[in-house]
């Protein structure tokens, strides 16, 4: 695979010139552009696209003095052939934006080395492979004061709390802040299929439907989960229909 050409965003010159220092560092890393604000950044990317060498990717501040790294991102995700993103910053909560905005990761200063080189192996392998509808999908998490990513195929099922959604693995539960109902969108050409108010469930980890006196339920890992009436005969067909698929000929 080709090295990589990145770009580093940040106002603050010692930060801008330690991660600079980090990436070109990394073997996966062929050519470090730098840039201290939003604006100049925009104007290297529109300049490497005309030169025919567009930004692989862009590691960005957040709180920056005029344009701000999330609005930034925004308008990196319009562009037709966008550059990865990874958020670098001082501050946990944006990490929402982050997903919002698709961002390969997150880190939080002082930069570790071992994250950086983490995340530029999920940038080295999401240049490599184009995305594709339905393919995996990640979700920001705090795990002891660390920001880590959590991929959608490892979700079994996702509970709602108010405000907040509790993501359900094998290794165990995260509580994020992002409703259930914006999980239910991003997440549905993955599998993932609202079966209550309160839960959402990864179609593939569902091992068996109970309908009961006109209650139906579904187990999925060892875990009993309502159905609501409106979404059971949706449930029913699309199970069916998976069934009739594995069959064999």
Not at 137 to 159: H, M
Request: charged residues 30%; glycine residues 6%; proline residues 5%.
């Amino acid at each position: 695979m080709a090295q990589l050409r990145v770009l580093a965003v940040d106002d603050e010159l010692p930060a801008l010139e330690d991660l600079s220092y980090l990436l070109r560092a990394d073997p996966r890393i062929g050519e470090v552009a730098t840039a201290r604000d939003g604006a100049q950044a925009l104007r290297l990317l529109d300049r490497a696209i005309a030169d025919g060498r567009p930004i692989d990717a862009v590691f960005l501040d957040i709180r920056m003095r005029g344009l701000d790294g999330v609005v930034l991102g925004r308008l990196l995700s319009q562009f037709a052939n966008p550059p990865r993103v990874v958020f670098v910053t001082a501050y946990e909560e944006h990490a929402v934006d982050a997903f919002e905005i698709k961002a390969e990761d997150y880190l939080l200063k002082p930069v570790r080395p071992e994250r950086l080189s983490e995340a530029i192996r999920r940038v080295a392998v999401s240049a490599d492979v184009p995305a594709e509808s339905g393919e995996s999908d990640t979700i920001p998490v705090e795990l002891g004061g660390v920001t880590r990513f959590v991929s959608s195929a490892d979700v079994i099922y996702v509970e709602a709390h108010g405000d907040y959604a509790r993501l359900h693995t094998a290794a165990g539960s995260h509580l994020v802040r992002i409703p259930l109902a914006t999980l239910e969108e991003r997440w549905a050409p993955a599998g993932f299929l609202r079966v209550h108010r309160s839960h959402l469930v990864a179609v593939k980890h569902i091992d068996e439907l109970h309908i009961d006196s006109g209650k139906c339920t579904v187990r999925v890992a060892g875990t009993e989960i309502p159905v609501s009436r409106r979404h059971t005969r949706e449930l029913r067909d699309l199970l069916v229909r998976r069934a009739r698929k594995g069959r064999p000929e």
